[in-house]
């Protein structure tokens, strides 16, 4: 008849009663068409108000398509609400919207939380849907529109709360938002039941003997429902939780633990039956396999099932007095929480370790450039002096083979150069090491050449001990790099006049008949306590210009070949590298 009338009255032709065509008095219908026109424009004015639009309504204008696109969200929010409370609605209290169970508000709050307060009037009309199509609104119209208005700003207020403290979806992610979350939930519950009972009260809908367990009843429905309900709910709708939360579904092992957990409750309800309901800890089992293996999505599937399992073998089981719905309830609860704790600390856990690693690479990246920048150091110093002794030679005429002896100098420098990148980047990149025989004296006498000639030059006293003979079998390359960093280092400390004439000393011996240890010293200041400690630490230098990675690499270097780097605390400098020999 409503299509009638509107359809009659866009085209200007008189309408009867019984919505047929035909030449009734227009007094007859002005108050029919006043009440309509009342309607749509108080429906589109609502909706509007929820989509934030602040289009200028006219009497011919039309709707647009992301209006009418909302408008479609609006009502199937309705729609879902009214059957998910109609599905919830067990063992009422009176007929009342007071049940030990009821996951529509978590539904609610994430319709909030998603549109802001622009959702509020669509959670009214939920509500207010929910009081009249399920409980058949036990109060009149008056008093069911207030009730409604009642629960519709409690849950604005939790969901303000909650996007308050979690802006970017409502939801934990670790265990202290696991905390403030559920301190939110049921302290929000809580406060809700307050002011929902007592309205029950006041109107008259609830005897005084029965406010505390209607209280009771309704705060552990909402605080259940909203605990459990919510962050199955979120995964669901949120495309990069939905598929994570799919793939956590289409694993064999989440297929394990659902059998585990349908056998479980099995146990609870059907043996346990006859053993007064003591086998209901054991379902604390799969929530903890679930939630260690998988994390948080395996956490909130679990218990989502778990609750379902748990109304369902409730609902079987009502005619005894052994189990209640409120007992199952309160297990649930602690079950959620405790799967919730272990799930959200096993995704704590692994972010940890994600972070480690990118941690781990970014120091690595920084060790090589460091290495790279230490080691490179000489070989272009060299091709630069060579470079600069190749001018002076044409300046000067020189002889060719002057010329060809440095210029194949310059081409052994940039050789070197080369190798020590390729290597030092293949050790960072995966700790590869070119392994061969050499001997000891190999190893140590073409590092300390070029220390014996700056030594001369610069009046400081280089000295190399008897070297034994001995095999090691190891990268070359990479110890060379320990060595020349550690002689440097001590060339550096006996370099300010007041330690002169400086004093470098290099020495070797076999110790135990399977490893030789290199031992320099230098006249220069000792190593105290406090800095042996943090020596070999990334980025921890005693100089103002220095990178504070050339022992630490060193040390990897010594470590990777079995050995070992040490700062001996001493009047003067000293440090011994180990290394195991044939």
């Not at 459990?228 to 799919?246: E, K, M, N, T």
């Amino acid at each position: 008849m409503i299509v009638n009338v509107v359809a009659a009255e866009n085209s200007g032709t008189p309408v009867r009663a019984d919505g047929g065509p035909g030449a009734l008095h227009p007094a007859q219908t002005l108050g029919l068409r006043r009440r309509i026109r009342e309607s749509l424009t108080w429906h589109r004015y609502v909706m509007l108000s929820v989509m934030g639009e602040n289009t200028r309504m006219t009497p011919h204008s039309d709707l647009s398509p992301s209006l009418l696109r909302s408008l479609a969200w609006s009502l199937a929010f309705v729609l879902l609400y009214v059957l998910l409370d109609w599905a919830s609605y067990i063992s009422p209290l009176r007929h009342l919207n007071v049940t030990l169970w009821n996951p529509a508000p978590a539904l609610g709050l994430l319709y909030l939380v998603r549109h802001d307060s622009r959702a509020l009037p669509v959670l009214f009309v939920a509500i207010t849907s929910s009081e009249l199509l399920v409980r058949g609104a036990p109060g009149s119209l008056p008093v069911t529109l207030w009730l409604s208005l009642v629960l519709t700003l409690s849950y604005g207020g939790i969901a303000t709360l909650l996007k308050h403290h979690f802006p970017e979806n409502g939801l934990f992610a670790d265990r202290h938002g696991l905390l403030v979350w559920t301190l939110i939930v049921v302290g929000g519950s809580l406060v809700s039941s307050l002011l929902f009972i007592s309205q029950l009260l006041l109107v008259g809908l609830l005897r005084a003997d029965e406010w505390s367990q209607a209280l009771t009843e309704f705060w552990i429905g909402d605080s259940v429902g909203i605990f459990v309900a919510l962050p199955v709910l979120w995964w669901l709708q949120d495309a990069p939780h939905r598929l994570l939360f799919r793939k956590t579904l289409l694993r064999g092992e989440t297929v394990a633990y659902v059998a585990f957990t349908l056998l479980v409750l099995w146990i609870a309800f059907v043996p346990g039956a006859q053993a007064n309901y003591r086998y209901f800890y054991a379902l604390f089992l799969p929530v903890v396999w679930a939630a260690s293996r998988q994390g948080l999505s395996g956490a909130v599937f679990c218990i989502a099932l778990l609750q379902i399992g748990l109304l369902f073998g409730g609902w079987l089981q009502q005619q005894t007095a052994d189990i209640t719905l409120f007992e199952l309830q309160i297990r649930t609860f602690l079950l959620a929480l405790v799967g919730f704790l272990i799930g959200a600390s096993v995704d704590e856990q692994r972010r940890a370790t994600s972070e480690l690693r990118h941690s781990l690479r970014l120091a690595a990246a920084g060790e090589m450039a460091g290495a790279l920048a230490h080691e490179l150091n000489q070989p272009l110093t060299a091709l630069a002096a060579y470079g600069s002794a190749c001018q002076q030679l044409l300046q000067q005429k020189g002889s060719e083979q002057q010329l060809h002896e440095v210029i194949h100098r310059m081409i052994g420098e940039a050789d070197r150069a080369a190798l020590v990148m390729r290597r030092l980047r293949d050790f960072f990149r995966t700790g590869a090491t070119k392994l061969e025989q050499f001997s000891l004296a190999s190893l140590i006498e073409p590092v300390a050449a070029p220390f014996c000639e700056k030594a001369a030059a610069s009046g400081m006293i280089f000295s190399v001990g008897k070297i034994p003979a001995a095999t090691i079998h190891g990268d070359r390359l990479q110890l060379g790099v320990v060595l020349r960093n550690l002689l440097a280092n001590a060339c550096e400390a006996v370099a300010e006049p007041a330690y002169a004439p400086g004093r470098v000393n290099l020495e070797a011996h076999i110790e135990n008949g399977n490893r030789v240890v290199i031992e320099i010293t230098d006249s220069g200041p000792g190593i105290s306590g406090i800095i042996a400690d943090q020596l070999f630490e990334p980025f921890a230098s005693t100089k103002s210009s220095g990178l504070g990675l050339g022992l630490a690499i060193s040390r990897t270097i010594a470590e990777a070949h079995g050995g070992s780097l040490t700062a001996i605390l001493a009047e003067h400098g000293r440090f011994q590298l180990v290394l195991p020999i044939e």
